[in-house]
């Protein structure tokens, strides 16, 4: 076998290897991710403070981001389709399938309206704190009103008993009249 030969096996075998172990990195560190004694061991919960612990760590050298390593793996969960792709090719479909979902649910946006002139700017202020102004007024009204209807409905009550009372003597008194 021919020099160049045997170094073209031994890369293509290195590069196997290699696709072998970036699919167990990131298939661990999503892993370690999600484990909550690791996160109470190392003094982190945040996700994204955990996340570049673990680039830091372990995935620094692929280019990529913990979490767009996590949504691919999400996507490609098999070792085969690691073993016989790139990262790059593995992102790059990954990215093109995020982008085409997003398109499918993505909603028209509404038109953006042209920007406010600064002086209708200030005048819509001074109407707001107008508006906010007659608020707190009226709310001040409304609780003075609620006073008066309880103290008149109270000085109603009072007023019905007194006319019951009054009925009652006008009833005793034409009783004893008849009588």
């Not at 919960?45 to 691919?72: P, R, S």
């Not at 209807?149 to 009550?157: F, H, I, K, P, W």
């Amino acid at each position: 076998m021919k020099d160049y030969k045997r170094k073209i096996t031994q890369l293509k075998k290195l590069v196997t290897e290699a696709r072998k172990n970036v699919y167990q990195r990131v298939k661990l560190c999503c892993e370690v991710f999600a484990d909550m004694e690791y996160r109470g061991d190392i003094g982190i919960d945040a996700d994204d403070e955990v996340a570049a612990e673990l680039e830091k760590q372990f995935l620094g050298d692929l280019g990529q981001t913990f979490f767009t390593l996590q949504a691919v793996y999400n996507h490609f969960p098999s070792e085969e389709q690691w073993r016989d792709s790139t990262i790059v090719e593995l992102v790059s479909a990954w990215d093109q399938y995020r982008r085409e979902k997003e398109g499918r649910e993505r909603k028209p946006r509404a038109e953006r309206k042209a920007p406010v002139p600064h002086k209708v700017h200030e005048q819509l202020e001074k109407e707001k704190e107008w508006a906010e102004s007659q608020v707190q007024s009226l709310r001040g009204e409304t609780s003075a009103l609620h006073e008066e209807v309880t103290r008149l409905r109270m000085e109603n009550a009072r007023l019905q008993g007194r006319i019951e009372e009054l009925e009652k003597i006008l009833e005793s008194r034409a009783e004893f009249a008849a009588a």
